[in-house]
């Protein structure tokens, strides 16, 4: 009987260190994921969440973390939040390419202040309604499932236990910071461009017809503009931005 104790106390002792080695990766891409980071979401919320995904994923990574459990140590208390954190800031930055891509799209519109405070974060209304929609269709397309692949995957890429170099971190983050404001630019181009019509044009009318007052005729006209623009282009600026989260989800760690 005591035999059998001792062997059940030490089993459960290195069940314990594997998953508070997974729930340290977990629960730090949880602070900043998309989704279950925002602000509205409730802090014991998000903690079910982390603890949720760490049952399901400590089974899977058994295998291959005995050993870094066995050996728990204080450094692994620093790599493996870290570990989360840049997972986490890899898919937060998606979801910011969409956030950019409204405040430039409602700049160029004139939209920037309608509904500006609505959200938690102040930000223009085209920004919150991208932003909600885009994660909802991350959820809509199994998001969580995703997510859960890309924490499997990543101890191969970042190993437990193991600090990541600080040059390519640099590298990688820069990548991906750049990557986040091409794709946001990309996404608001059709806002641009009509912009720029806009304002040429309001220059010619304005040339030819001094006495006109151009900015009460054109204001109006860039607002239902802006709008339409947006009526049209979110079905396709959505599955754009979709396909490149799918990509990041895939590969978080490519510059």
């Not at 898919?91 to 202040?113: D, E, K, P, W, Y």
């Not at 969580?144 to 191969?156: N, Q």
Request: net charge neutral.
């Amino acid at each position: 009987m005591t035999l059998a104790l001792a062997e059940l106390l030490g089993t459960s002792q290195t069940w314990l260190a594997l998953a508070l080695l997974v729930f340290l990766r977990v629960g730090a891409c949880f602070l900043v994921l998309p989704t279950i980071a925002e602000q509205y979401i409730p802090a014991r919320v998000r903690l079910g969440a982390a603890v949720a995904m760490t049952v399901l994923l400590a089974p899977a990574l058994a295998p291959s973390l005995t050993d870094s459990a066995a050996r728990l140590d204080a450094r692994i208390f620093f790599t493996e939040p870290l570990a989360g954190l840049l997972l986490g800031i890899a898919i937060r930055l998606m979801v910011h390419a969409l956030q950019i891509a409204g405040s430039m799209a409602a700049q160029a519109t004139s939209l920037s202040q309608i509904a500006g405070g609505a959200a938690p974060d102040p930000q223009p209304a085209i920004a919150g309604f991208l932003m909600l929609a885009g994660m909802a269709l991350a959820v809509l397309l199994g998001l969580h499932v995703h997510v859960a692949r890309m924490l499997l995957e990543s101890y191969d890429i970042l190993p437990a236990g193991e600090v990541p170099v600080a040059g390519d971190l640099a590298t990688w983050g820069i990548g991906r910071v750049a990557a986040s404001f091409r794709l946001a630019f990309s996404l608001a181009a059709p806002f641009l461009v009509a912009s720029v019509l806009y304002n040429v044009a309001l220059g010619v009318i304005n040339k030819a017809m001094p006495q006109l007052m151009v900015a009460f005729v054109g204001a109006p006209a860039i607002t239902l503009g802006g709008l339409a623009i947006l009526f049209l282009s979110t079905p396709i600026i959505l599955p754009v931005w979709m396909r490149m989260m799918q990509a990041v989800l895939a590969a978080p760690m490519t510059p």
